[in-house]
């Protein structure tokens, strides 16, 4: 029998390991506890957060010669209109986010034999309040585009996968929680 294993398997769960740690929750007791001092868990925050994360997106960037342009027309006091992203635009830009995440991520999860004990710990502490985030605000969530909707569903699964190999590599190392 293993000995990481209690005596009465019809209680166990294999998947218990991957609950948060006694450290983790009280972390995240304090991390809450934070942001409620800093009115940062009040619903208009947290709208504010997901409306600004959907701004960040279609956010265009612009170059020199356009900033100048932009800043001499309010001096003059006639601002530019807004430079919004084309449909196609903003497609392609949501594309490429998720090539970037799934770029990161599977490089991460890849790495994840090569870390350190310490790194493994930070790994699975940090993918946990990641978890935890996105636990506070996905109610906020329906209000964005589909696109985006889904980056963050998708994060979410990679940080959900990270965590679970982190713990799973430590604890083929021997190291518990």
């Not at 009115?39 to 100048?68: C, G, M, Q, R, W």
């Not at 991520?105 to 710990?121: F, R």
């Not at 309040?129 to 506070?136: C, E, L, N, R, T």
Request: zero cysteines; aromatic letters at 8%.
């Amino acid at each position: 029998m293993d000995s990481n294993q209690p005596a009465n398997l019809s209680s166990y769960d294999p998947n218990s390991k991957y609950l948060p740690s006694e450290t983790e929750i009280q972390t995240s007791i304090e991390f809450e506890k934070s942001l409620e001092d800093q009115d940062l868990l009040k619903p208009e925050a947290l709208h504010k957060t997901t409306s600004d994360f959907s701004a960040l997106n279609k956010y265009v960037v612009l170059s020199p010669t356009e900033i100048d342009a932009e800043a001499q027309a309010w001096k003059n006091g006639t601002p530019l209109p807004e430079k919004t992203l084309t449909s196609e635009e903003l497609k392609a830009r949501y594309e490429a986010k998720i090539t970037q995440m799934n770029a990161f991520y599977g490089n991460a999860l890849t790495d994840i034999p090569k870390l350190s004990t310490l790194q493994l710990n930070n790994l699975r502490s940090n993918s946990y309040i990641g978890i935890f985030a996105y636990s506070h605000l996905q109610e906020y969530f329906s209000d964005l585009p589909q696109q985006e909707k889904e980056i963050i569903e998708k994060n979410l699964n990679w940080l959900v996968n990270l965590r679970k190999a982190a713990i799973d590599e430590m604890a083929q190392r021997g190291i518990s929680k």
